[in-house]
């Protein structure tokens, strides 16, 4: 199993700029969350999938965040424009069926907003 | 869990010796609570989980325990080797709500 797969793994781009983070989720899981872990605020869910659906935004940081989840195995989070404040490390996780059941991590993508 | 924002509490131990993790959650609804261990780099991998119904379980080579009376959660590693250095979370969850994660607690094993 692949498990959950994440690009890119690094990305530098600077204010203003769009950046699209791009996740696959492990075949069969219903379930899709994207977090966000910086130092300050340790990791933080953003938003939440089921059956593609959007279940739970409410820790999307503002309207500069979307995302996105066309099919069973793919997802996009896009920040446009990006700023300086939103460098983190951005994962992805899945869940077999819903949010209460163990979640698996991708690697994450790096961003780094200058 | 609770986040505790810049400051990661560090455990050291000695590689061989037991290591214990606490952690502390305030929402009394949560019935589902979970360990992850992250490495450097890397993100968050699944170690443990416990239901509300039970108050310890064991994987290999680690345990979790749970006290609803007092609202802690606790991670025993037996037999602590240099793998196990990382940083490791426990979230806790209620039915229908979303994950929270604690600040986390960084473990250093000592060769």
């Known amino acids: 199993d692949a498990g959950v797969i994440q690009s890119p793994r690094h990305e530098v781009t600077e204010m203003g700029q769009e950046v699209t983070l791009r996740c696959k989720p492990i075949?069969?899981?219903?379930?899709l969350f994207w977090y966000r872990q910086t130092m300050m605020r340790g990791l933080e869910l953003l938003i939440y999938?089921?059956?593609?659906?959007?279940?739970?935004d409410s820790g999307m940081p503002e309207d500069r965040f979307s995302a996105k989840m066309p099919n069973a195995s793919f997802s996009t989070l896009k920040i446009q424009p990006s700023e300086p404040r939103d460098s983190a490390v951005y994962f992805c996780?899945?869940?077999?069926?819903?949010?209460?059941?163990?979640?698996?991590f991708g690697p994450g993508t790096r961003l780094l907003v200058l | 869990g609770e986040s505790v924002g810049l400051h990661l509490p560090t455990l050291s131990v000695q590689e061989g010796d037991n290591s214990i993790i606490n952690c502390a959650y305030s929402?009394?609804?949560?019935?589902?609570f979970i360990w992850y261990k992250q490495e450097s780099g890397k993100g968050p991998q699944f170690i443990i989980d416990?239901?509300?119904?039970?108050d310890k379980r064991q994987g290999q080579r680690v345990t979790v325990l749970l006290n609803k009376t007092v609202k802690h959660l606790s991670l025993q590693i037996a037999a602590t080797q240099p793998g196990d250095s990382a940083v490791y979370f426990c979230?806790?969850?209620?039915?229908?709500?979303?994950?929270?994660f604690g600040g986390g607690t960084r473990v250093l094993v000592k060769p």
């Open positions: 075949s069969g899981h219903n379930s």
């Open positions: 929402n009394s609804a949560s019935d589902y």
């Open positions: 996780a899945s869940s077999f069926r819903t949010a209460q059941e163990t979640q698996y």
């Open positions: 416990i239901r509300s119904n039970m």
């Open positions: 999938f089921n059956n593609n659906v959007p279940i739970d």
């Open positions: 979230a806790d969850q209620a039915a229908g709500n979303k994950l929270t």
